[in-house]
């Protein structure tokens, strides 16, 4: 395992860091893709446990770009625009 496995992907780290992290994590990417989507390249490409946590914490949708996945990982979750909702039923029932 290499230092770079054990830093911490992080909304306080250093941007450069989770750019770098995120644009190599996502490589190979043909976007649209979904959250699951994003979390199985991710780990095909050997991304950090800690990114591909926040990535399968985003829900659903799809991510139209690199950019709108860096945007909803974001404390605020910022750049959604190019995040859509599904519009399929879900399996859990109304409350």
């Known amino acids: 395992m290499s230092d770079d496995d054990m830093k911490p992907f992080s909304p306080e780290a250093q941007g450069s860091e989770n750019d770098a992290a995120l644009t190599q994590a996502l490589q190979g990417a043909v976007f649209p893709l979904s959250c699951r989507q994003l979390v199985w390249l991710a780990r095909e490409n050997d991304a950090p446990a800690p990114l591909l946590s926040r990535l399968s914490a985003l829900g659903q949708g799809s991510f139209g770009s690199v950019a709108a996945v860096r945007g909803a990982l974001e404390p605020q979750g910022r ?13 859990s029932s109304p409350r």
Not at 79 to 91: K, L
């Open 79 to 91: 750049a959604t625009a190019e995040r859509t909702v599904d519009s399929r039923p879900s399996s």
